[in-house]
Every structure is written in C-alpha cells, then in structure tokens.
C-alpha cells in the first residue's frame, strides 16, 4: 500500500500549485483521505479531508483558499492551493483510512512560498 505525492516546489506569494497524491496497491475509495502540512518547528497540522462520500473539510488556516478533491477512477487526491502565503511553506503529507483518515501516509512533498 503505497500513497505518493507530487506536485510540490517553490512559487512566490500569491501564487498557486496544485498537489497531487496517487494511491496504489489499495482501493481507496471507500476510504476517507486528508491533507496534512508539517512547517519547520512546528507541529503537523491536517488542513484538509475528504470522506469517502466527498464531503469536505478544511482549517481555517487554508479555507477559501484551498480545494481538496479526489479522482476515484485514478485513485488521486488532490490539493488545489492558491493564494498562497510564506506561511504556506511545509512539507505537505497525504494520508488514508481509519477513523481519522491515518492508517496510510505518503512521503511528502515540499512547498516553499517566498515573498
């Protein structure tokens, strides 16, 4: 079982990218899905989640700003983000299932927003 995601880079304020994250070796969807963010020194924050009947959710840090969706035919998530701010800056996690969406974790994928 594997999520992988990709997408991530370096974009200045303002700016938009747009994350994906690819399942495999899993059918995810029956499954619930998040996005989380770690920044340099602080604790991992879950921005956003997705259940498995679509219904979304996001923290107020990203809200109005970012879109979570899913393509259960190609087994991605995504993570439409823009108006980005320096504060954006992390490393963006994908994760999976469970009661919390938790049970699988990808790697991550780096976002840096300069000023």
């Known amino acids: 079982v594997q999520l992988a995601e990709s997408g991530g880079g370096s974009v200045q304020a303002g700016g938009s990218l747009s994350l994906s994250c690819t399942a495999s070796?899993?059918?995810?969807?029956?499954?619930?899905m998040a996005w989380h963010r770690q920044a340099p020194g602080k604790e991992r924050e879950m921005i956003s989640t997705?259940?498995?009947?679509?219904?979304?959710n996001y923290a107020d840090s990203v809200k109005g700003r970012f879109t979570i969706s899913r393509d259960n035919a190609k087994i991605t998530l995504y993570l439409q983000m823009n108006s980005l701010k320096t504060e954006d800056t992390a490393m963006y996690y994908c994760?999976?299932?469970?009661?919390?969406?938790?049970?699988?974790w990808g790697q991550g994928t780096q976002v840096t927003v300069s000023s």
């Open positions: 070796g899993y059918s995810f969807r029956s499954c619930g």
């Open positions: 994760s999976a299932c469970g009661e919390v969406y938790q049970s699988y």
């Open positions: 997705i259940s498995a009947s679509d219904s979304t």
